[in-house]
């Protein structure tokens, strides 16, 4: 409450101070101040154009957005149609493991009834399965937000083993998570890669605590400078 009371004090002697600024610097502030919420107008305004419906962005059957990796899709269902990252920003990785072998993903990805899908899936040699395109939205971190603001590897493997993760498997991934944070100019970090676990409202535990995040960041950083 004393902080509280402090501050409010603060603003009223700021207040006072503000007595003598003249006419010109108002106006002056007011037109920098008009002239910001017109760009933010304005992005928002292109980012309605590209949620309308039948307004889509062109793309190729089978196409996918990293190097190298075999296209496998998903069901339907298990994703929705966008543009990113022109609709929806890009700005986060969400690594998710799997709880089973890479067959098992993918068949439950591409089955209507499962209700949800990665946009990748890492097998333990390393070998990348693209399931869904970068432009769409996957139902994957269990979180609406999330799910539009991010893109989901998936790895096979259990939580309570170490021996899931593979050294192939780490330098795939990291590489593609580089390649990710490339194209949508993401910062490589633990703020904007995370694991399933840290996405609000998930009673998912994956990757679990096998998962060697300093050494995965570290590769992620080596790829991503190498990409540059």
Same mark, same amino acid.
């Given at each position: 409450?004393?902080? +509280? ?6 603003? $009223? ?30 992005? +928002? ?70 209700? $949800? $899908? $990665? ?78 676990? +840290? ?30």
């Amino acid at each position: 409450m004393g902080e +509280e009371l402090e501050e409010q004090d603060t603003t $009223a002697e700021r207040g006072r101070g503000r007595r003598g600024i003249d006419r010109r610097t108002l106006l002056i502030g007011g037109a920098v101040a008009a002239a910001g919420t017109a760009v933010l107008a304005s992005d +928002e305004l292109s980012r309605l154009w590209w949620r309308l419906p039948g307004v889509v962005k062109k793309r190729k059957e089978g196409e996918v957005d990293a190097r190298g990796a075999q296209w496998v899709a998903a069901s339907d269902y298990n994703w929705r149609r966008a543009d990113r990252p022109d609709d929806y920003g890009i700005d986060m990785v969400v690594i998710h493991v799997v709880q089973g072998g890479y067959a098992t993903a993918l068949r439950v990805f591409k089955d209507p009834a499962h209700g $949800a $899908a $990665a946009h990748y899936v890492v097998r333990k040699d390393g070998h990348v399965a693209q399931m869904i395109r970068e432009l769409d939205v996957a139902f994957h971190a269990g979180n609406k937000s999330y799910n539009e603001r991010s893109i989901g590897i998936e790895h096979e493997g259990f939580v309570d083993k170490k021996s899931s993760f593979t050294d192939a498997m780490y330098e795939s991934s990291a590489r593609l998570t580089a390649g990710i944070c490339k194209r949508y100019d993401i910062a490589v970090d633990r703020k904007h890669i995370i694991g399933h676990v +840290e996405v609000p409202g998930t009673d998912h535990t994956d990757p679990g605590p096998h998962w060697d995040w300093d050494r995965y960041i570290e590769l992620v950083r080596k790829a991503r400078t190498a990409l540059a």
